[in-house]
T-cell receptor, first 112, second 115 residues
Framework: DQQVKQNSPSLSVQEGRISILNCDYT??????FLWYKKYPAEGPTFLIS?????DKNEDGRFTVFLNKSAKHLSLHIVPSQPGDSAVYFC???????????FGTGTQLKVEL | EAQVTQNPRYLITVTGKKLTVTCSQN?????MSWYRQDPGLGLRQIYY???????DKGDVPEGYKVSRKEKRNFPLILESPSPNQTSLYFC??????????????FGPGTRLTVL
């Protein structure tokens, strides 16, 4: 049973526009969330995180929003660039912090 | 350069032939972990290690073994591989386990095909 869900397997956005990637989770006890980015033939790389004590965290073009009541988080990329084309995974720390539980990923394509 | 390395990067083998995928990190990290990535399932944890000689099962440990004899190395062993272990495998490490803000660094992946 997926504890972290990314319901959109793919997303296509024009360069310069906003990309919004969504993630839902099932357990209200989850309190730390991360986004990873993955290019083909490479391992995932950490992008941005958010603790449940916050509802927003920003790092340059990347902002993560957390809606605890809806058990939903989203990653906003503004403006989107072709180099942002990758698979994006949301994840949460589970198992007492010993494990990252990942969503299934969203393939983002930023078109010229 | 700080990195996690895995070998081999690609491997095709046959059912039942024991194999080992090596993982090494040069960051003096205490925590290491193995994940497999499958279409539609994301990444799932196989095993993790909090420190030398301390290992524990993740979500999908069946058919795998690990060992942590040295801090830098965390090999993944498939004693008798089967076709359902065909997957993309990632090793990861972090300074400590359980730390919010403690980033896990991933290796480049090993694509395994079991015929």
């Amino acid at each position: 049973d997926q504890q972290v869900k990314q319901n959109s397997p793919s997303l296509s956005v024009q360069e310069g526009r906003i990309s919004i990637l969504n993630c839902d989770y099932t357990n209200s006890m989850f309190d730390y969330f991360l986004w990873y980015k993955k290019y083909p033939a490479e391992g995932p790389t950490f992008l941005i995180s958010i603790s449940s004590i916050k509802d927003k965290n920003e790092d340059g073009r990347f902002t993560v929003f957390l809606n605890k009541s809806a058990k939903h988080l989203s990653l906003h990329i503004v403006p989107s660039q072709p180099g942002d084309s990758a698979v994006y995974f949301c994840a949460t720390l589970t198992g007492g912090g010993n494990k990252l539980t990942f969503g299934t990923g969203t393939q983002l394509k930023v078109e010229l | 350069e700080a990195q996690v390395t895995q070998n081999p990067r690609y491997l095709i083998t046959v059912t039942g032939k024991k194999l080992t995928v090596t993982c090494s990190q040069n960051m003096n990290h205490e925590y290491m972990s193995w994940y497999r990535q499958d279409p539609g399932l994301g990444l799932r944890q196989i095993y993790y290690s909090m420190n030398v000689e301390v290992t524990d099962k993740g979500d999908v440990p069946e058919g795998y073994k690990v060992s942590r004899k040295e801090k830098r190395n965390f090999p993944l062993i498939l004693e008798s591989p089967s076709p359902n272990q065909t997957s993309l495998y990632f090793c990861a490490s972090s300074l400590l386990a359980g730390g919010q803000g403690d980033t896990q660094y991933f290796g480049p992946g090993t694509r395994l095909t079991v015929l």
